[in-house]
């Protein structure tokens, strides 16, 4: 105490020796900052009902009853905060903890009847209603979302599109009421994207009618499957079949992992993947396979079969076009991604927009109040573009799911190169708007509790998981160069995949660009329609070059890698603006329409600044630099529309977080 008192005391005096301001400098106090709602203060100009109904865009009231029941249920965590009850998984339970409350949230809605008919019924509404309810659940917790997308679409859809009608009888019912917890072992160590090269083997054992799985190597070990950890009783097992010493390709085999104790089965062994950066409610597992027998009817044999006496049977005798048609149906998992990927963008921006309508910084003149973040140009530009673009990718995630939900087997390929195409996209996207959204909310963004910076741990996985998205995007190219091919070959007009316009006359982009130019959705398509026509003869162009100098057609590829990615981004955002112009053109002349209208413009304008404009010669300099500046203005039009926007994402408060309301009763001494 004596040392502290000394020290005070030369402080004290260091001060009195100091000279006193003068009177007119003296400082007062400012008032407490309080919070006022932006309700109060901003106006809506447009019904936000109808445009929540335009972006949502299918099973409104079945995603209100299940946000209820998620609000009304004490394992869905409620806790009050300034007043506001918000409900979101606590994060600082341990890994275990975590992994239970998922399974018993999952039980909790199958109880209730969520999943009825999800794998029992068949058609366009069904399908619609699941990825509903997959939207919703992406809004509360990724590792609900994805426990139940490693159940139902990976496990049960296995079972669906490559099993047949005795596979459907025995295993779908108690997959859908969850009497049967599935997983999907696809994956190996050694072996993630490059799945002909999986290392697993079955061989087929005549004499007692089974499949013997095995595991010859360590690389071989399935790896990093949801579910096998700790809850999974079954698993799909993608594995090489050898048939009398000849390897048909790879086949999935139903496999039980766990009894109904429990306990895991005979010859079957398991590890935890452990702890991760996100998604710790998932109990990600490994697995090893020493001689398992399974019976034959295990096979899931829509595309090939093993006869009794061990003959192997299949109409597609070229295996090429055999392991297309048998992945084919496994596209829904790149669907349910891509769309819980905007569902995420949607949480992100909603909170940190509420936030900037409410949180003050700087006075730009003396004693005037300090200024709104959002009412700052530089913040306008952080955050309008990455809301019109995700206003875009919610068009495209429409057209997409009902692409899928609509599906035949002549629309498999487009399903296969727009879902990897959109996947791609929106999860990069997704973690762009995470990351903007997290700086923009400053330190407050650092606290799990306001969800935006801890999202970006929990979803940063999406750009590995059912395709790295380089890998994606060059899978896309190759197709559009297969495309290019075909139809060069058959001397024929483009049709498919968007690229109608590649018949039509080169568009041209005008020398000067004015505002109503960069404004025109005729000139906005004929930009983004040029960048990837342009690019697609460059890749072609460059890819045969590559062969003609001796590389064979997957070095060719790799060679191009850059103009790859380049290509498929450029199809991506055409694709996703054509989306974009279709849900527009659905609308009366009004003020939603209007609206709507400068997000179109924005999301196309952000397109077209991209650095691929320039560096591809599609626009000068000068014209480069009107855009920005178009850019600039469409944010500050935008404005006054904040609130409704955000809140025509239809998200209830109760699934947002603190700072999005009032974040200073949050923060008061009373709730510590």
């Not at 766990?258 to 895991?264: C, E, H, M, S, T």
């Not at 070059?545 to 991506?572: H, I, M, P, V, W």
């Not at 196309?604 to 850019?631: K, P």
Request: aromatic share 10%; glycine share 6%.
């Amino acid at each position: 105490m004596e040392r502290a008192f000394q020290r005070t005391q030369v402080l004290t005096n260091h001060l009195l020796q100091s000279s006193s301001p003068l009177p007119s400098q003296t400082l007062s106090s400012n008032a407490c900052l309080s919070y006022s709602p932006p309700e109060l203060s901003e106006n809506c100009a447009f019904d936000v009902k109808e445009m929540r109904k335009l972006i949502d865009g299918h099973n409104l009231e079945e995603r209100d009853w299940l946000f209820g029941l998620m609000k009304q249920s004490e394992l869905f965590n409620p806790k009050v905060k300034g007043g506001k009850v918000f409900v979101s998984p606590d994060y600082n339970q341990s890994m275990e903890q975590q992994r239970e409350m998922t399974l018993k949230r999952i039980k909790y809605l199958q109880e209730r009847g969520v999943f009825k008919g999800w794998l029992t019924e068949k058609g366009e509404e069904i399908e619609m209603r699941k990825f509903a309810g997959f939207e919703v659940f992406s809004i509360y917790d990724h590792s609900l979302f994805t426990k139940l997308g490693v159940h139902f679409p990976m496990w049960g859809g296995a079972i669906q599109f490559c099993g047949t009608k005795h596979h459907h009888d025995k295993w779908l019912r108690d997959t859908e009421n969850y009497s049967i917890k599935g997983c999907f072992a696809m994956t190996e160590l050694g072996h993630g994207s490059n799945i002909r090269s999986l290392e697993t083997v079955t061989t087929y054992d005549s004499n007692t009618g089974e499949f013997v799985i095995n595991t010859p190597c360590e690389s071989a070990q399935k790896f990093w499957i949801g579910g096998a950890a700790k809850h999974a009783t079954h698993t799909v097992v993608f594995s090489q079949l050898h048939i009398n010493g000849i390897n048909q390709g790879v086949h999935a085999f139903i496999v039980q992992i766990r009894d109904v104790d429990g306990n895991i089965c005979p010859n079957i062994r398991i590890a935890d993947c452990g702890h991760k950066i996100g998604l710790n409610g998932v109990d990600n597992g490994r697995i090893w396979f020493d001689n398992v027998r399974v019976p034959r009817e295990n096979l899931l044999n829509s595309v090939a079969d093993v006869s009794p006496d061990g003959k192997y049977l299949s109409l597609i005798k070229n295996p090429d076009q055999r392991f297309a048609v048998f992945m084919a149906p496994m596209t829904v998992g790149r669907v349910n991604i891509a769309i819980g990927a905007v569902y995420q963008s949607k949480v992100a921006l909603a909170i940190t927009i509420r936030y900037a309508l409410t949180r003050r910084a700087f006075s730009l003149k003396p004693n005037e109040p300090e200024v709104l973040l959002l009412d700052y140009p530089s913040h306008q530009r952080r955050l309008f573009p990455l809301v019109a673009k995700t206003y875009a990718m919610s068009f495209a995630a429409n057209y997409l799911k009902v692409l899928y939900a609509k599906r035949t087997p002549q629309s498999n390929k487009a399903i296969h190169i727009v879902s990897s195409s959109f996947k791609a996209t929106f999860t990069w996207n997704n973690m762009q708007i995470l990351q903007e959204c997290r700086e923009a909310c400053g330190g407050q963004g650092l606290r799990t509790e306001n969800r935006v910076g801890h999202l970006k741990g929990e979803y940063d996985v999406q750009s590995t998981f059912e395709g790295d998205n380089f890998l994606l995007m060059q899978l896309v190219s190759k197709a559009l160069f297969a495309e290019y091919m075909a139809a060069q070959k058959r001397n024929k007009v483009f049709k498919g995949l968007g690229l109608e316009h590649m018949n039509k006359p080169c568009p041209v982009i005008p020398s000067q660009l004015t505002s109503t130019t960069l404004r025109c959705s005729q000139f906005q398509m004929d930009a983004l329609c040029l960048r990837e026509r342009d690019l697609l003869n460059r890749f072609v162009a460059d890819v045969l070059k590559c062969k003609a100098k001796g590389e064979n057609t997957e070095q060719a590829f790799n060679s191009c890698y850059e103009l790859a990615k380049d290509l498929g981004r450029a199809f991506s955002e055409r694709a996703i603006f054509q989306t974009f112009v279709e849900a527009e053109s659905t609308l009366p002349a009004g003020s939603l329409k209007d609206v709507l209208g400068t997000l179109r413009s924005l999301y196309a304008s952000i397109c077209i600044e991209d650095v691929s404009f320039l560096r591809y010669g599609y626009l000068s300099v000068d014209n480069g630099a009107n855009e920005r500046r178009e850019i600039t203005k469409l944010c500050n039009e935008l404005r006054p529309h904040a609130l409704a926007l955000i809140s025509s994402f239809g998200i209830p408060d109760a699934f947002l977080s603190p700072i999005a309301f009032n974040w200073i009763d949050t923060n008061s001494w009373s709730l510590v």
